[in-house]
């Protein structure tokens, strides 16, 4: 298995643009995370689904941030307008819910707002 | 607030060292503890899964306990070695919650 895929590895981007990353989970599983990782904060989940529906989203920052799962092979977390402030990597993790949740990541997206 | 502490902050040890990895968490539901490890630059590995019917894990060189009533877990590496040099987090579910909460991580450098 590939493992949990990300792309763009790293991206860089002026204040004000979108920014859309892309996650494709381990075949099979069913929960999908998305993470941010920033020196001052550490891993802060930002939202996650199961069989494809949000179960949480609390730790969305803000409107700007949204993100889609259409699909079980597929995901997306977007930003618009991207701000400075948004410079962070940005992880995707996914686990297979049979009790264990074991949750296995992708190699992250480093972004940087300009 | 559950909470997850990791201490120390950072550690650095000479090669063949056997060290211990300290994690303390608030929560007396812990459903499961993974440890994590990453290398700078890099995403994360999880090293070991220990479920809250288990006491320990192993895996090589690695050890992983748990002592739910004291909330305490740690990671046990033996023979240190300069290839363990990285940074290892800790980081538990709750009930069924899929939702893992995190340390903040142990920098280790192993030194040659």
């Known amino acids: 298995d590939a493992g949990v895929i990300q792309s763009p590895r790293h991206e860089v981007t002026e204040m004000g643009q979108e920014v859309t990353l892309r996650c494709k989970p381990i075949s099979g599983h069913n929960s999908l995370f998305w993470y941010r990782q920033t020196m001052m904060r550490g891993l802060e989940l930002l939202i996650y689904f199961n069989n494809n529906v949000p179960i949480d989203d609390s730790g969305m920052p803000e409107d700007r941030f949204s993100a889609k799962m259409p699909n079980a092979s597929f995901s997306t977390l977007k930003i618009q307008p991207s701000e400075p402030r948004d410079s962070a990597v940005y992880f995707c993790?996914?686990?297979?819910?049979?009790?264990?949740?074991?949750?296995?990541f992708g190699p992250g997206t480093r972004l940087t707002v300009l | 607030k559950q909470e997850v502490t990791q201490i120390p902050a950072a550690l650095s040890v000479p090669e063949g060292e056997n060290l211990v990895l300290n994690c303390s968490f608030t929560d007396s539901a812990i459903y499961n503890l993974q440890w994590f490890r990453q290398d700078p630059g890099k995403g994360l590995t999880s090293l070991l899964l220990?479920?809250?019917s288990q006491r320990e894990q192993t895996s090589g060189r690695l050890n992983a306990s748990l002592d739910k009533s004291s909330g305490r877990s740690t990671l046990y590496i033996a023979a240190s070695q300069p290839g363990d040099s990285a940074t290892y987090l800790c980081?538990?579910?709750?009930?069924?919650?899929?939702?893992?909460?995190w340390g903040l991580g142990t920098s280790l450098a192993v030194n040659p």
């Open positions: 220990i479920q809250s």
């Open positions: 993790a996914s686990s297979l819910d049979k009790g264990y949740n074991e949750q296995f």
């Open positions: 980081a538990h579910n709750a009930g069924n919650n899929r939702k893992l909460i």
